[in-house]
Antibody, heavy 119, light 107 residues
Framework: EVQLVESGGLVVQPGESLRLSCVASGFIFDDYAMHWVRQVPGKGLEWVSLISWDGGSTYYTDSVKGRFTISRANSKNSLSLQMNSLRAEDTALYYC????????????WGQGTMVIVSS | SSELTQPPSVSVSPGQTASITCSGDKLGDKYASWYQQKPGQSPVLVVYHDTKRPSGISERFSGSSSGNTATLTISVTQALDEADYYCQSWDSTTSYVFGTGTKVTVL
């Protein structure tokens, strides 16, 4: 059974940093690209970032470029999102999601970890 | 980035068919996927590559695409199908975009 378990969400002040983690199990982690997707409670979904299976390629939505860094440790079946210079508009539930084989969809999702940026 | 427009809500009677549309510029040139999200739960992929259904997803869910509109159809709708549904597209230029979401109510 595929499982994705996120952690690291907290209440932080604007300008602070936070690191989210996602531990994967139930599949061969380094066979798949991985994403972070966020959702403001009660609102829609927003793609945040993608990392290739080997970590060699990374992609970001424009609003987080230069502030967020996605990374992975395949030996630990682990995905991370380093979030710097956090803003109020980064407040959301952050999901870790597996990319399907064609990269066009997100085929498994974690339960999410909540990040609140507030003074 | 491009936008994907969905109707805010769709109501359907039990046993009937619900159709949810997703419209976007040049959507026909991209693959569309669909996700079901029930309250308090994570999204679940129900259709990908316009028409394909992941393993374990009911045959009552089907997808189609024509022109710049993708459609998710739920046949023989049941109370357990009440949820928010999001379309999503991807291409190398606009990256990943989600639709505005549709709340399906089974009356």
């Amino acid at each position: 059974e595929v499982q994705l378990v996120e952690s690291g969400g907290l209440v932080v002040q604007p300008g602070e940093s936070l690191r989210l983690s996602c531990v994967a199990s139930g599949f061969i982690f380094d066979d798949y690209a991985m994403h972070w997707v966020r959702q403001v409670p009660g609102k829609g979904l927003e793609w945040v970032s993608l990392i290739s299976w080997d970590g060699g390629s990374t992609y970001y939505t424009d609003s987080v470029k230069g502030r967020f860094t996605i990374s992975r440790a395949n030996s630990k079946n682990s995905l991370s999102l380093q979030m710097n210079s956090l803003r109020a508009e980064d407040t959301a539930l952050y999901y870790c999601a597996r990319a399907n084989s064609g990269l066009a969809a997100f085929d498994f999702w974690g339960q999410g970890t909540m990040v609140i940026v507030s003074s | 980035s491009s936008e994907l427009t969905q109707p805010p809500s769709v109501s359907v009677s039990p046993g009937q068919t619900a159709s949810i549309t997703c419209s976007g510029d040049k959507l026909g040139d991209k693959y569309a996927s669909w996700y079901q999200q029930k309250p308090g739960q994570s999204p679940v992929l129900v259709v990908y590559h316009d028409t394909k259904r992941p393993s374990g997803i009911s045959e009552r869910f089907s997808g189609s695409s024509s022109g710049n509109t993708a459609t998710l159809t739920i046949s023989v709708t049941q109370a357990l199908d009440e949820a928010d549904y999001y379309c999503q597209s991807w291409d190398s230029t606009t990256s990943y975009v989600f639709g505005t979401g549709t709340k399906v109510t089974v009356l």
